[in-house]
């Protein structure tokens, strides 16, 4: 007889570039979320949410990495044939809404949201495909009073979370400027037959800050090969126009003024960069009157953002703490979020301009930022009181201890596992229960319950000797008749905390 083959399993793994979040960091995040949608409230920005699907020609093509499959973007086909894809960010969406309401919204338009964006690139250490943003926007006003405002509402939820001043900097320059440089190098921003170029040097300056300037020279002439081998094509330039645009970049300054100063001779001969000067330079006066100076808002040439659709101010958020890189050696934390000015992509829906501006912040690198400084307990809860099962017979008594204790607040569990004390004991252990309840035969009879606390019984097992002296400390665990289980708990609780 022909055995029967074995039906194969699936494996437990995940895709590429995706991950797990334990409830820690979870928690974090929310607390992180909630915090910074606070600050956001007090600037006046009012919450949104919209889907995780857009239609693809919605979204439009800005990725950096838009020579990988989708344009960088995870796509499927709708049954009526359209094409949808997953939101790269949360701005594009924005766009869309603005559009679709634009004669209902009151203008301008402030709104904060968070959620999951998915990027279609390559992943690597640190680099998921799918992560979490918070987005702060302002739509319908061409006032960098707006840019500047993000800047201030960046600055103020880093301080809020627990970065504290001269942990981070926030660096702010123009998209018009670096324009003008590369009007001068011979690449005209308005040709869309230079656009992949112009993309190409945005992206290959945009990791300035990751592969240092050497490896930014390659790709901006001939290319360059990483560490696994892989190659990027560069945007094949002279080595008189790499010279004008390194130089640009590195043209930053101590102090905002100065910065303003040093860049003036570069662009100031070219229309749009006379214009980025003065938009940085009423962004300097507006932010020195709210009190943000050059230890927290600093002016950068080397800030582009690699994202096509900005076309004004851009801003990038940096932490500045040493921080061990992924090849063991120390570097400054770097990026964890950024944002700028784009015009434009209303303007797709609409056809007429309509002026926007706004600021993302990465969730899971913000957490891992807190992480470092030891800053991330935000998301730590104390375990469940475990209510133990001594006697399926009386289990809707035990199931009526722990909604006694819900109800009055407390978070706690009945054990819903089949296992004895011992086991059960042990699973309250693994849980961080502070105190379990107990009531076996003897207990009912008395008409009382025993808590017995786990935190105080751990740090006595280290001082008693004998089972003698444990059983007559009685410090561990009290007996209360069950009508005081709430209040009783709640001493444990408050004695574990002093």
Known sequence: MAKKAKSARPKARLPKGLRDVGADEFRAVEGMVGAIGRVSEKYGFEP???????????????LPDADRPNAG????????????SLRYDLTAPLARYVAANYDALTKPFRRYQTGVVWRNEKPGPGRYREFRQFDADTVGTASVAADAELCMLASEALETIGIDTGNYIIRVNNRKLLDAVLQQAGIDPQDEAEQIKRLTVLRAIDKLERLGPQAVELLLGPGRKDASGDVTKGAGLEAKQIDLIMGFVGAGSDGRTKTLAALAPLVEQNEAGREGLQELAQMDELLSAAGFDATRVVIDPAIVRGLDYYTGPVFEAELTFESVGEDGADRQFGSVGGGGRYDGLVERFKGVK???TGYSFGLSRLYAALSELGRADVGSLVGPVIVLVMDRDHIGTYQRFAMDLRQAGLRSEMYLGESGMRAQMKYADKRGAP?????????????????KDLVEGTRLSGEIEDNTEWREGGRAQIAVPEAKLVEAVREVLARQQT
Not at 48 to 53: G, I, K
Not at 73 to 84: N, T
């Open 48 to 62: 949104l949410e919209t889907p995780a699907f857009e239609y693809s020609d919605a979204l439009g093509k800005f």
């Open 435 to 451: 105190c379990v309840v107990i009531q076996g035969e003897e207990e009912r009879s008395r008409g009382e319950v025993t808590i």
């Open 73 to 84: 973007v995870f796509s499927l086909e709708d049954d009526d044939g359209q094409w949808m």
């Open 354 to 356: 309509v002026p926007a």
